[in-house]
């Protein structure tokens, strides 16, 4: 029972191999070359077979028009008996027939004339007919007579008929199918051993290469090592090659990334989580000087709180959902103006600064969003366009609506974006404006933005400055 199991076994391991080998490329490859190089052999089998017949009658014919002229040129056309014999011996025919154009002619002929089983006319056999005829004649097999019919060459309307046995002809049939039976079979196998071991070099070695890198690849996409190293190749395979390259690199960069984000995010919660608790602190302190009389503690008592609030709002939510993701905007309709005031004061440009603040926005100018966010979604570009101005410039804050659609411009007179930062806008840590910037304040801005339904785009960035357009529908 053991020896019988393993026997069982061991015949399943080797059918196992045995499948596996044959849902192979290069199994497959083989195969199908055999199978078609063999199928043009055969393709090429059938008419060589077919006109070996013809050539072999024609011969026939041939030998006996010689005979037959042989016996014109005897003494009254007429011979022994042992001469004929050996004449239609040497032809191998029964008997020779001339027809002229009004006579028939009995040159060659034994003593008893045999049955007829059947008649070809080589002058009007198409290549169809001499296939069907070639392989009538090997399934008929031996034992038939037939009258073979030929025209006479440089005698118009005049013809030879033979009369032959057909077991000579199928036995040479066979010999010359046997023979380019074994040469097809040589040639074939060696057109499909030089086939597939090509192919096999130019294709299945490649492909086998990309798929073990892909598979390497997805096991430890981190890992550089398992990078596909590109050949100079430069057909499909070789653009192949570059093309999954690049792609693992870039997916690579991708996860490394998302790992930065994650670790990120994590690092994010905790210091919210204790900046909150500085800020409830802080807005304690701010609570106990609103006893305050001083003037000055007054003025600037309002902005402080707005700002405390705002940044614990901000804690807490970050806290909330673990992550950036944003709540959905709670939208109402508010003056436009004031809110671009606080932005202004927030950025420290109220007491002027060297850069210029300008705003064209109509006092009445009604804005659809949620007021915290577009507060961000402001402070956020207008800090950028701080950032990138040294010393001196100005800042154009304008608003306008058409067709229910409000549009706001930022517009600066800054240096304008790096190609880099055009080419990644709105990415995380790929899209920063100057290199003291992350990237965030414009991701953060675009983020807000599409969750209000409306769009905000580079409209132009060069030398003499830049400006973002924001619209949102109302």
Not at 183 to 209: D, E, F, G, K, Q
Not at 299 to 321: F, G, H
Not at 425 to 445: R, V
Request: hydrophobic residues 45%.
């Amino acid at each position: 029972m053991p020896v019988r199991f393993f026997v069982l076994f061991r015949n399943m391991n080797f059918l196992k191999k045995m499948t596996g080998l044959s849902n192979s490329l290069s199994a497959r490859l083989l195969i199908l070359t055999l199978v078609f190089v063999m199928l043009a052999e055969v393709l090429i089998f059938v008419p060589s077979v077919a006109f070996f017949r013809l050539t072999y009658l024609i011969k026939k014919t041939d030998f006996a028009h010689l005979a037959a002229l042989s016996l014109l040129a005897s003494p009254d056309n007429m011979v022994s008996d042992d001469l004929r014999e050996e004449l239609l011996f040497r032809v191998g025919a029964r008997s020779v027939v001339f027809h002229g154009a009004n006579s028939r002619i009995l040159m060659l002929s034994e003593n008893m004339p045999p049955k007829i089983d059947a008649e070809f006319d080589l002058a009007n056999r198409n290549p169809f007919m001499l296939i069907e005829d070639a392989f009538m004649t090997l399934m008929v097999g031996p034992g038939r007579i037939i009258r073979v019919i030929t025209p006479i060459r440089n005698e118009p309307n005049s013809s030879l008929e033979v009369i032959i046995d057909e077991a000579p002809l199928i036995a040479a049939m066979y010999d010359y199918a046997w023979n380019i039976f074994w040469l097809s079979l040589i040639i074939s196998a060696l057109t499909a051993v030089l086939v597939y071991l090509s192919l096999h070099w130019m294709m299945v070695r490649p492909m086998r290469r990309l798929s073990e890198s892909m598979i390497a690849f997805r096991r430890a996409p981190e890992d550089i090592t398992r990078s596909l190293v590109p050949s100079k190749r430069q057909d499909e395979i070789g653009v192949a090659e570059r093309e999954l390259e690049i792609m693992q690199s870039r997916v690579r960069a991708a996860l490394k990334q998302k790992q930065h984000l994650a670790a990120l995010g994590t690092a994010v919660t905790k210091i919210s989580h204790d900046l909150r608790n500085i800020l409830s602190t802080s807005q304690i302190v701010s609570d106990s000087l609103s006893q305050s009389d001083d003037p000055k503690v007054q003025k600037i008592l309002p902005r402080l709180m707005t700002s405390i609030d705002r940044a614990i709002e901000l804690c807490t939510q970050t806290l909330k959902y673990g992550k950036a993701d944003e709540r959905e905007p709670k939208r109402e309709r508010f003056l436009l103006a004031p809110l671009v005031n606080e932005v202004q004061n927030s950025l420290g440009l109220a007491e002027g600064n060297g850069i210029l603040w300008q705003t064209d926005i109509a006092g009445n100018f009604m804005l659809n969003a949620d007021r915290d966010q577009f507060y961000r979604i402001l402070l956020n570009l207008c800090r950028n366009s701080l950032q990138a101005m040294t010393g001196s410039g100005r800042i154009d804050i304008s608003a306008g609506r058409q067709g229910g659609i409000a549009a706001i411009r930022i517009q600066d007179t800054g240096p304008g974006m790096p190609a880099k930062a055009k080419e990644h806008l709105f990415e995380p840590f790929s899209g920063s404006t100057g290199p003291q910037g992350t990237g965030l304040g414009l991701s953060i801005a675009h983020e807000l933005v599409t969750a209000h339904g409306g769009q905000i785009r580079l409209e132009k960035s060069g030398s003499d400055g830049t400006v973002f357009c924001i619209t949102l529908p109302d």
